[in-house]
């Protein structure tokens, strides 16, 4: 019985920080898209690429 309670609190402790590794990405994402949005000059052809790109994941995920 201890070992399944281990077991569950190590289980419970995975999907917490799969979950907070998740939400970094997404917001590391979403920095980078503001930053491509906030430029003045035109953009790259790479960057605009990114950008329709960050947008796309964003909007479906």
């Known amino acids: 019985m201890a070992e399944e ?6 289980q419970r402790m995975w999907d917490i920080k799969q979950q907070d590794l998740a939400m970094k ?7 980078l898209l503001d930053s491509l949005i906030a430029k003045k000059e035109p ?15 964003l909007m479906f995920n």
């Open 5 to 10: 309670n281990v077991l569950n609190e190590f």
């Open 25 to 31: 990405e997404m917001l590391s994402e979403m920095s």
């Open 43 to 57: 953009l790259a052809e790479y960057e605009e690429a990114l950008k329709k790109k960050l947008i796309s994941d």
